[in-house]
């Protein structure tokens, strides 16, 4: 669905979460890791991963005032190790999200709630032993 049609027909509040400002978002991930000793620099290399994005090109979408819509919208090559994130995030299990943006949203969210649970870098990446 295009972006104008998606925010015409969407009125839902989970809908609007497609608008919300990257950057706002991403200071709230750091935020959150923070107060459990991880570090901005690995919630970076997570959403890199992620996403495709360079560490260069990540610094400047801070500095800009994108939505997630876009920001994912945009990415060069979401991770093909995403089909190995699984779990729950905010009760919703995040390979049963049928819309594709939601999805990617939440396979963000599941990430940095593994990374401020502790969980070691290596794993997190679904990087084999």
């Known amino acids: 669905m295009a972006k104008a049609a998606r925010k015409k027909a969407s009125t839902s509040p989970l809908q609007r ?6 950057a706002m978002i991403h200071s709230l991930y ?17 959403i890199c991963w992620l996403t495709g994005y360079t560490q260069a090109g990540l610094q400047k979408l801070l500095k800009g005032d994108k939505d997630l819509e876009t920001f994912f919208a945009e990415a060069p090559a979401m991770n093909p190790k995403t089909r190995l994130i699984t779990g729950t995030v905010c009760g919703v299990r995040v390979e049963e999200v049928a819309d594709p943006l939601m999805r990617k949203i939440r396979y963000l969210d599941k990430l ?15 990087q084999s032993a």
């Open 30 to 46: 750091v935020q959150k890791v923070e107060r459990k000793n991880r570090t901005k620099k690995e919630v970076d290399e997570i």
């Open 17 to 22: 979460v497609f608008a919300y400002k990257f």
């Open 112 to 126: 940095i709630d593994e990374l401020a649970k502790g969980r070691p870098m290596a794993k997190i990446l679904r």
